[in-house]
Antibody, heavy 121, light 112 residues
Framework: QVQLVESGGGVVQPGRSLRLSCATS????????IHWVRQAPGKGLEWVAV????????FYADSVTGRFTFSRDNSRNTLYLQMNSLRPEDTAVYYC??????????????WGQGTLVTVSS | QSVLTQPPSVSGAPGQRVTISCTGS?????????VHWYQQLPGTAPKLLIY???NRPSGVPDRFAGSRSGTSASLAITGLQAEDEADYYC????????????FGPGTKVTVL
């Protein structure tokens, strides 16, 4: 079955960096776009970034543009979110989520369990 | 502030029907972009409930139904059950510069 497992979360000081990972299995990894979606404590869902199936196209929410970098290793079925210059407002559970693999179709059909990032001094 | 709007909460007794609205604009739902719905049970990750306005993934009961019209969409839950108590989010795509994928703020469904 499709699985996405995030790791790498933790407590980090403002201005520092953190790298999240998302290990996947159960589907043809190189055929699907993958997204990061975050949820601040007690708040709603916020889309963060997407990477295309081949890794050539990446798009980011304004709130993270220039600070976060999304990459993928299709040989390891794993994705990475490098988060630099972290701010307290980046505190959230970060989910990786799989797209449906259909051109022009934009939803998230499988989600990981999430990893908590806390930015605090 | 969310690009899509939802009521903060709805409630109903077991067996009743409840609906959740999702209102957008001409740059998202009104532009013809599909609406999708997610259910988030307490302490868990979101789960796809409805995709493409009115399609249910395998395993989602037919008590859940989605629809879209104009700049709005709605999710109906019929025969409300205790296990339906959760947060529900609508989601679409927005063509405004750099908005991309947008979510509603979420609606808490309470089973009385």
């Amino acid at each position: 079955q499709v699985q996405l497992v995030e790791s790498g979360g933790g407590v980090v000081q403002p201005g520092r960096s953190l790298r999240l990972s998302c290990a996947t299995s159960g589907f043809t990894f190189s055929s699907f776009d993958i997204h990061w979606v975050r949820q601040a404590p007690g708040k709603g869902l916020e889309w963060v970034a997407v990477i295309s199936s081949d890794g050539t196209n990446k798009f980011y929410a304004d709130s993270v543009t220039g600070r976060f970098t999304f990459s993928r290793d299709n040989s390891r079925n794993t994705l990475y979110l490098q988060m630099n210059s972290l701010r307290p407002e980046d505190t959230a559970v970060y989910y990786c989520a799989k797209g449906p693999g259909l051109v022009g179709v934009a939803y998230f059909d499988h989600w990981g369990q999430g990893t908590l990032v806390t930015v605090s001094s | 502030q969310s690009v899509l709007t939802q009521p903060p909460s709805v409630s109903g007794a077991p067996g009743q029907r409840v609906t959740i609205s999702c209102t957008g604009s001409n740059s998202n739902i009104g532009a013809g972009y599909d609406v999708h719905w997610y259910q988030q049970l307490p302490g868990t990750a979101p789960k796809l409930l409805i995709y493409g306005n009115n399609n249910r993934p395998s395993g989602v009961p037919d008590r859940f139904a989605g629809s879209r019209s104009g700049t709005s969409a709605s999710l109906a839950i019929t025969g409300l059950q205790a296990e339906d108590e959760a947060d529900y989010y609508c989601q679409s795509y927005d063509s405004n510069l750099s908005l991309y994928y947008v979510f509603g703020p979420g609606t808490k469904v309470t089973v009385l």
